[in-house]
């Protein structure tokens, strides 16, 4: 079942704008992570945010958690056209959590 | 150097036939995982195994067919494709899959599998 769902499903800004995605869950998670993947290639972890946290930074990344909301959005400042990607929320369920569920993802299109 | 790499990165072939996929982690990390992305982005595990020990099976069809002869290696063997096969296969890989606590999942980059 699918576990996060990303909105929007695409988003097309530009250059040096700032880019807002978000992801619903929706049971109770420990943490939550966010992957970029470039077009042909595979996901790379780009930050991750515990349940006990409300925000997180890294970079450009800004990476908010609302826990009673059961949701999370990623914020990418000052955006380049490098950052042209799909986004992806994802979250190990409580149950086992040997594995982690992703959304369908957020296409994001930078145009310079 | 490639963490995770898996081989053919491109495969086209007609349904009925069996082919594989192979992957390899340099990571030393215990579990690796099959993933499967479909046309619409949507990725859903296939498989997880944990020092060669099967973990996670989420209902695919027999068909496919894990096999993992050390924890460095988990390939996937599919039998008498089918035109839903065609997809983009992640391997991945994890240390001792412990994602609750906060470790992160490496991905490789993926086999373009196309029936015909």
């Known amino acids: 079942s699918q576990q996060g769902e990303e909105d929007p499903q695409a988003l097309s800004i530009q250059e040096g704008e700032n880019a807002t995605m978000n992801c619903s869950y929706k049971t109770s998670i420990n943490n939550l992570q966010w992957y970029r993947q470039n077009s042909g290639r595979g996901l790379v972890h780009l930050i991750l945010?515990?349940?006990?946290?409300r925000e997180k930074h890294s970079g450009r990344l800004r990476v908010t958690l609302d826990t009673s909301k059961k949701s999370s959005s990623l914020l990418i400042t000052a955006s380049r056209a490098a950052d042209t990607a799909s986004y992806f929320c994802a979250t190990p369920p409580n149950q086992g959590a040997q594995k982690l569920v992703f959304g369908q993802g957020t296409r994001l299109t930078i145009n310079p | 150097d490639t963490a995770v790499s898996q081989t053919p990165k491109y495969l086209v072939t007609q349904m009925g036939n069996d082919k594989s996929i192979k992957c390899e982690q340099n990571?030393?990390?215990?579990?690796m995982y099959w993933y499967k992305q479909d046309s619409k982005k949507f990725l859903k595990i296939m498989f997880s195994?944990?020092?060669?020990?099967?973990?996670i099976n989420e209902t695919v069809p027999n068909r496919f067919s894990p096999k993992s002869p050390d924890k460095a290696h988990l390939n996937l063997h599919i039998n008498s494709l089918e035109l839903g096969d065609s997809a983009v296969y992640f391997c991945a890989s994890s240390p001792q899959g412990r994602l609750l606590s906060g470790n992160t999942i490496y991905f490789g980059e993926g086999s373009w599998l196309t029936v015909v």
């Open positions: 195994y944990n020092n060669k020990e099967l973990i």
């Open positions: 945010i515990r349940s006990n946290e």
């Open positions: 990571l030393g990390h215990d579990t």
